[in-house]
């Protein structure tokens, strides 16, 4: 199983960007799938996630501003970022608890981080 994430980019403060985030592999289930983020030096928050109930939480800090979206037929996650800030600025991570066909148990996977650089 695999995260694979995209749609970084440089913007300026007040800008858009879309981040995607595809699961791909020999996925059964997907009980869980958001978006984290980390600045140097501080520890991984959750920016915004569907739980395995379906429902959404937000960060305080993104409410409002981010919408978070999910096509369960192709695994793909979507991370809308508008009126974006310069204190966005940070390496934004997928993540995902899956249910892996052929394994017992689920699993924590992790996409390799996307930079968003907001300029003031």
């Known amino acids: 199983v695999q995260l694979q994430a995209s749609g970084g980019g440089l913007v300026q403060a007040g800008g858009s960007l879309r981040l995607s985030c595809a699961a791909s592999?020999?996925?059964?289930?997907?009980?869980?799938m958001g978006w984290y983020r980390q600045a140097p030096g501080n520890q991984r928050e959750l920016v915004a996630g569907?739980?395995?109930?379906?429902?959404?939480n937000y960060a305080d800090s993104v409410k409002g501003r981010f919408t978070i979206a999910r096509d369960n037929a192709k695994n793909t996650l979507y991370l809308q970022m508008n009126s974006l800030k310069p204190e966005d600025t940070n390496v934004y991570y997928c993540?995902?608890?899956?249910?892996?066909?052929?394994?017992?148990?689920?699993?924590?996977?992790w996409g390799q981080g996307t930079q968003v650089t907001v300029s003031s």
């Open positions: 993540a995902a608890r899956i249910r892996v066909v052929g394994k017992g148990g689920i699993f924590d996977y």
């Open positions: 569907f739980t395995g109930g379906g429902s959404v």
């Open positions: 592999g020999s996925i059964s289930s997907i009980n869980f």
